[in-house]
């Protein structure tokens, strides 16, 4: 048998003696037997463990970016094999799903024909590339991995990020942010916390102001699945201090004043295995507070009532 990584895992069910098995050995990120279990249920409209008689065994491994999948189908004493490649997991596993969802089907026309028919079909060429599930079976993969993440407990989710601001300084400024918080199959809530290097504005008579940003957050987000990635919104409040010191006067001084914001955006996330995962999040900030900063008793600088708010790092759910 070809090395691989992963566990065998076998799923058995309360159920009549020879009931159908489904048995699973791949990589950790590729563990999909629970989610399989329910789209093949979902196509053939009962369970597992109502089937007799028939067992399954999948294999899954990953040669570079390539994913291949065999499939062994054991129909009392008689086995085929098929084998699958794809560019991702979820492809040859959806396409593996409807393989055994249209056994399990054909399950009682196989009993009937002769032992020698029943033997040799499983052993006939096979395609190395299998095409997209049909409709039935997109539907399917949209709603299989929901169901699996619908059991998933809240858990703590960690992040480091690299953020970048237009809201509150003049002008675009680099900084980094960190949360902490809550996550559930379909929300999360967070606390962050963020930093922006300071940002000059060039005044006349060669002075200067400079102005820089701390601030702290609580969002709260919906998410959705697509596939292995997921995609969502988030809604919160920032809360902060904007200072402002100028530059090329007599008396330096340095000036603070609350900032105050409504932040909304939309949340990207991709896994990368081990509870590790990239994140990005992209949005407005609207300013509810705007102080005035002055020199030598001059105005120089107001916030814009909005601005971008973005970042892109990665976090770790445990």
Avoid at 21 to 28: D, T
Avoid at 144 to 153: I, L, N, T
Avoid at 202 to 229: D, I, K, N, Y
């Amino acid at each position: 048998m070809l090395g691989r990584a992963g566990v065998v895992l076998a799923l058995t069910r309360a159920a009549p003696a020879h009931a159908a098995e489904l048995r699973w050995s791949g990589p950790p990120e590729c563990d999909r037997q629970e989610a399989v279990s329910i789209q093949v249920e979902s196509i053939v409209g009962r369970p597992l463990a109502s089937v007799e008689a028939l067992s399954f065994e999948v294999t899954v491994t990953r040669d570079g970016e390539a994913w291949r999948l065999e499939l062994v189908t054991d129909d009392r004493g008689a086995k085929g094999r098929r084998s699958l490649s794809g560019q991702s997991c979820g492809e040859v596993v959806d396409a593996a799903a409807v393989l055994i969802a249209m056994a399990i089907r054909g399950a009682g026309q196989a009993s009937a024909a002769p032992a020698a028919e029943t033997s040799s079909a499983p052993d006939e060429a096979l395609p190395e590339r299998v095409p997209r599930p049909s409709a039935t079976g997109n539907a399917d993969r949209t709603r299989s991995p929901s169901r699996a993440q619908a059991k998933r407990s809240p858990g703590p989710v960690f992040g480091l990020s690299g953020a970048i601001d237009t809201a509150a300084l003049p002008g675009a400024s680099p900084g980094i942010a960190a949360h902490a918080g809550v996550i559930g199959s379909s929300f999360r809530l967070e606390l962050e916390g963020a930093a922006f290097l300071p940002k000059r504005l060039e005044l006349e008579q060669g002075r200067s102001a400079e102005f820089a940003l701390l601030s702290g957050a609580l969002l709260g987000c919906v998410e959705t699945p697509f596939g292995e990635a997921r995609a969502g919104g988030c809604g919160g409040f920032e809360l902060g201090s904007l200072s402002g010191e100028g530059r090329g006067v007599s008396e330096p001084h340095l000036g603070s004043a609350l900032w105050e914001a409504a932040r909304l955006e939309l949340l990207g996330g991709y896994p990368l295995g081990h509870g590790l995962g990239l994140t990005a999040a992209a949005g407005l900030a609207l300013a509810l507070s705007r102080p005035d900063f002055e020199l030598d008793g001059a105005a120089v600088y107001k916030p814009a009532r909005l601005g971008f708010r973005g970042s892109l790092g990665v976090e770790l759910a445990p």
